[in-house]
């Protein structure tokens, strides 16, 4: 896998949070902890328009953690992960000033949409105080979001005319065929106690004919964590004391308490699945959207080799 493909993929994990603390300070870009001499240290010039130290130490912040740090992380590493986010930088801007040169638009209702969009996920309040924390205001960050929107336009349109078809979908599955393997799976509803008698009790009225959720309602004052329904799962999954116990009962049983460390389990096996593998028709669509997601690697790094070479990109520091 080339440099700039493994670039490529780490910009697709990149949020709507990073966009907004990858403010440049010309126009009004959040704060945070870099030192105030990174502010204005350009780094990069991308058709004369400066990419910042900060926006670069941001993005790597928000990629991977606050945590992650010049002072406590391997130099070599660092190192990478800030080439890594100037790319991401680069990357970006380019693709904005492609949008904007080929006319791509974001209508005001739209804009005001994504804001109050982000606003409703986040809270009012938490929403408030991100901006305050980041020295931004919503006028700033509505204009991240727009600048983000047109960026996911012009990638659509690279995007426009990737298509799977059913041989190639086919030729991966065959080719990938072990990846689909699933191992013996169990669905189940669990109550968990800490007390022998009060699991002794469940076990009773739940071979009694009672349902799980009345069960559930009546105890749920009395454990901090009282029952839940899992989804399919792998039998080695569960713990090593019911892993045996499970194989061999039946679809339907209610398992009398058993102890694992100082907890008091009760399940019922809701349903069984042999190992086995996966159908064609169960996987196809998810086999379509990772050969897109490949395709799209592909097409966003052949992209960003063109115009890179096209633009005039000047590396200051």
């Known amino acids: 896998m080339s440099t700039i493909t493994k670039l490529t ?16 300070p010309e126009t009004e870009k959040p704060q945070v902890k870099e030192p105030a001499s990174d502010v204005n240290v350009v780094v990069v010039l991308v058709n004369e328009k ?21 002072e406590t992380t391997d130099p070599n590493r660092w190192q990478m992960l800030l080439d890594v986010a100037t790319e991401s930088e680069v ?16 209508s005001d209702a739209k804009a005001q949409s994504l804001l109050d969009h982000t606003k ?20 700033t960050f509505r204009t991240f979001l727009v600048e983000q929107s047109l960026i996911n336009q012009y990638k659509e349109k690279l995007f426009d005319d990737l298509t799977v078809d059913d041989g190639t979908l086919q030729n991966y ?29 469940i076990y009773a009225r739940w071979t009694g004919g009672e349902s799980f959720d009345a069960i559930a ?9 009282v029952g839940r329904k899992t989804r399919w799962m792998p039998v080695n999954a569960v713990p090593e004391e019911l892993q045996s116990k499970i194989t061999e009962a039946k679809a339907g049983t209610i398992l009398k308490p058993a102890q694992v ?32 997601r490949l395709r799209k690697d592909k ?19």
């Open 91 to 106: 990357m970006d801007e380019l693709l904005l000033q492609t949008a904007v040169a080929e006319g791509m638009t974001v």
């Open 261 to 292: 460390a100082n907890t008091f389990y009760v399940v019922k096996i809701i349903e069984k699945r042999e190992a086995r593998v996966r159908d064609f028709e169960e996987v196809k669509v998810e086999i379509s959207k990772e050969i897109l």
């Open 9 to 24: 993929q780490s910009i697709f994990t990149l949020t709507i949070v990073a966009a907004l603390v990858a403010c440049s």
């Open 217 to 225: 309602k009546a105890y749920q004052e009395e454990a901090d964590s």
């Open 120 to 139: 409703e996920a986040a809270g009012n309040a938490a929403f408030s105080e991100m901006l305050k924390e980041r020295g931004a205001s919503e006028e």
């Open 173 to 201: 599955y065959k080719g990938h065929i072990e990846t689909f393997a699933e191992p013996d799976q169990v669905r189940l509803e669990v109550f968990t106690f800490g007390v022998r008698e009060t699991a002794e009790q």
């Open 50 to 70: 400066p990419i910042y130290k900060s926006e670069v130490l941001r993005r790597t912040h928000a990629a991977y953690g606050s945590d992650v740090e010049k």
């Open 299 to 317: 097409a966003l790094d052949e992209w960003y080799k063109s115009a890179s070479r096209e633009a005039k990109i000047e590396y200051v520091h």
